[in-house]
């Protein structure tokens, strides 16, 4: 579950939504830009550098990216032998550790093994990146970004709804598998099939409070009138300042340093 940090008057939730919004599509780019682990993970040390000092509850985020370190290893392990020597351009990357197969058949490469932890970086900076603008950003102003772009009422609704329902019913899964585990169920159980029969003890409740919690939404914003009018007014406005200029003149800095690295050096590349 995904919370906010006990300190909400950090830097980073005084920012600018446009702001953030900018910072996170040059993340986006410029994670996409390399397939040397390396650039990633200098990416990586300075998004934390600036992250740690905010002094956030990381531990939604780290509970998020738990589950998915099998997948980690199992990427990795399938892109050491899948990607062949000959479409790497440095040699280095070229070496083969061993072939599954006789007749060298089915190379474990070390460009497959950096293809892997580039994928894996990739993914950890794409949820670490999700979850800090998730916990930074009131929901009042993503709504009145909508507001100030114009958007349709009915699609503001739906990307807010989701936002805020992720550590909702990250809560609700935690209670419901604290119940079953509580009443018998064998959730622990080892083996994929009885994991998956284990797991229809939570999926089924967590299922049926998500359909009534989005009914009663329904119910509450027609009770509301929302809809009525296409435009609305907000209790405070969001206006940028000299801050978020400077974020943002340094955010897209170093996004032109990337692409000049990426495209002028031909740096970055396996």
Known sequence: MITVCKEE???LHRLDIRTKLLVFLCIVVMVFLFNSPLYNLV???VLLGLVV???LDLRGIIRTIKPLIAIFLIIIIMTCFTSQPEKFMNDSSRYVFFYLLPDQQI???LGGLFIGLTYLLRIFLMVFATGIFTMTTPID??????????????LSIVVTTAI???PTMTAKKDMIFQAQKTRGAGISKKGIIRQLKAYVPIMI??????ILMANNLAVSMMNRGYGANK???SLHDIKMNGRDILVMAGALSLLAVCIWLRYGLNAGVV
């Open 9 to 11: 008057n950090s830097y």
């Open 43 to 45: 990416i990586a040390v």
């Open 53 to 55: 000092p905010a002094r």
């Open 107 to 109: 190379p474990a490469t």
């Open 141 to 154: 102003d993503i709504l009145q970004l909508f507001n100030k772009i114009k958007a349709p009422y009915e």
């Open 164 to 166: 805020s329902f992720i």
């Open 205 to 210: 409740p967590l299922i049926t409070n998500s």
């Open 231 to 233: 435009t609305w007014t």
